[in-house]
Structures are given as structure tokens and as C-alpha cells.
């Protein structure tokens, strides 16, 4: 069973910057795909950013040119670096990984808030 823990959260301004981080207990290498999801209060969780183990990436066209998806294989690690934050950033941040995007392990999540 692969665990996945993700940090990086916090509060920030509107227009800062956070990079979150999530950490497998096992080589991403052979993980299809791994990604990005947030869930807003009253909200679904929706996808934010995908990476696919060839190096496809996607992205929600709500993030595009502010978040970049990237997966450091050596480190079994990813990451989501967020810029130009703005309120409606504001969520529980999971990741998942697995054969498809719809993910088969996933993250306990972790918080950001962004201040107006």
C-alpha cells in the first residue's frame, strides 16, 4: 500500500506564493499518474493538476499559468508550486496517485488559506 503525505500548507496573502509537497512511501517512477486535487467548504473536490510518469501534465483552466505540477522521481516526491494565489485558492489540498487519475492512494490533505 503506497502512503502519500502532503505538506506545504498554510496561510498567505492574496498574490503570494506556496509550494506544497507530497511524499510517497515507495518509488513514484512507476506511478501512472499522480495529481493534484482541492475541495473547497460546501464544494466537490475538483482536479487542480495531473502528471503523467512520461511527463504529460494537465491542468484546471482555473490554474493555468499561476500552478505548476511537477514530480521529483528520485525524491519519490511531487510537488505544486501555486503563484499569484487569490481567495478562491482556498482548500484542502490532496494528492493522489495511482493507474488513472481518479487516483487508487491519496493524501490526508493539507490546508491553504489565502487572505484578501
Known amino acids: 500500500q503506497v502512503q502519500l503525505t502532503e505538506s506545504g500548507g498554510g496561510l498567505v496573502q492574496a498574490g503570494g506564493s506556496l509550494r506544497l509537497s507530497c511524499a510517497a512511501s515507495t518509488s513514484i517512477f512507476r506511478i501512472r499518474v499522480m495529481a493534484w486535487y482541492r475541495q473547497a467548504p460546501g464544494k466537490e473536490r475538483e482536479l487542480v493538476a495531473a502528471?503523467?510518469?512520461?511527463?504529460?501534465?494537465n491542468y484546471a483552466d482555473s490554474v493555468k499559468g499561476r500552478f505548476t505540477i511537477s514530480r521529483d522521481n528520485y525524491k519519490n516526491t511531487m510537488y505544486l508550486q501555486m503563484n499569484s494565489l487569490t481567495p478562491e485558492d482556498t482548500a484542502v489540498y490532496y494528492c493522489s496517485g495511482g493507474s488513472s487519475v481518479q487516483g487508487d492512494y491519496w493524501g490526508q490533505g493539507t490546508q491553504v488559506t489565502v487572505s484578501s
Open positions: 502528471s503523467g510518469n512520461g511527463g504529460r501534465t
